[in-house]
């Protein structure tokens, strides 16, 4: 029997960001997981009418 994986939609949308930044060839995974959580809390903390 194959066993869910549980992945929060935050670490859904790291995951996304991080891949995104790994198409750079200046970003490695970690620098890219690094800016990737800084792009999605800063994406959070903008107000939802300015979005």
């Known amino acids: 029997m194959t066993e869910a994986t ?13 891949n995104v930044l790994k198409k750079s060839p ?3 995974d970690e620098a890219a997981r690094d800016l990737a959580v800084q ?8 107000p939802e009418p300015r979005r």
Do not use: M, N, P
């Open 6 to 18: 549980f992945v929060s939609r935050y670490e859904q949308r790291v995951a996304f960001v991080q």
């Open 26 to 28: 200046a970003l490695g």
């Open 39 to 46: 792009v999605v809390y800063a994406i959070d903390h903008i």
